[in-house]
């Protein structure tokens, strides 16, 4: 009988966008800090510095949730130096993918997702998430080793293993549509985890 190989540790990036929807509510993000902080998990210093970004050049709303993000990145632990882990013309050729043939709004549109991307693509010890609120880079980081979840289809799932009551999930999700960040969504939603284009992939 053949025995199957061991699963491998997860490893959860979190990027700019989630990190920001995070910041919308402090129960969202305690709920998921319980669930993605009980893996191994990580923030990168390209995401510290989008944020910081964000901060002092966003829109009004981009700049409050911004602030509120850099000042609760603490459970995510130190923003890692990524300078030496990835090739920057690696990661230009995965911008340049999420880019869509569009013009960039500044050279560090989608530049966090690219270092996750590159960054994913050469680990072989551990299992890569990515939780990340934008459809297009989901979709594109299943080609690069990492498996993506929305912060709705997290929560949609945490509802489904009994961790998280639908209840609060439905809550959360309100707390998210308020910050012009996401559309509404139901209890039947979240039970049955269809839940549209943040339930995929």
């Known amino acids: 009988m053949t025995v199957p190989a061991p699963a491998k540790p997860q490893l959860w990036f ?10 919308t509510d402090d129960g969202l993000r305690a709920a ?8 191994r998990h990580v923030v990168l210093d390209v995401v510290s510095d989008e944020l910081e970004r964000l901060a002092s050049q966003g829109r009004p709303a981009e700049k409050t949730l911004a602030a509120a993000a850099l000042g609760q990145l603490g459970w ?4 890692v130096d990524t300078s030496t882990f990835v090739d920057p013309k690696r990661v230009a050729e995965i911008q340049d993918v999420l880019r869509s043939g569009r013009v960039l709004k500044h050279p560090g549109e989608h530049w966090a997702e690219s270092v996750i991307m590159a960054m994913a693509e050469r680990l072989v010890e551990v299992d890569p998430h990515l939780l990340c609120e ?3 880079a989901r979709i594109e ?6 498996t993506p979840f ?3 289809k997290l929560l949609s799932q945490m509802v489904r293993k009994d961790c998280l009551s639908v209840a609060e ?5 309100g707390a998210i549509q308020a910050a012009e960040r996401g559309s509404d969504y139901t209890a039947a939603d979240f039970i049955s985890g269809r839940l549209g284009r943040v339930g995929r992939p």
Do not use: K, M, W
Not at 14 to 23: G, N
Not at 141 to 146: D, R
Not at 169 to 173: D, H, L, N, P, T
């Open 134 to 136: 934008d459809y297009n």
């Open 169 to 173: 999930a439905v809550s959360f999700a």
């Open 150 to 152: 929305s912060v709705h």
């Open 32 to 39: 998921i800090q319980r669930e993605v902080g009980t893996q």
């Open 76 to 79: 995510l632990g130190e923003p």
């Open 14 to 23: 979190v990027d700019t966008s989630s990190v920001l929807s995070l910041a």
């Open 141 to 146: 980081s299943i080609h690069h080793n990492l």
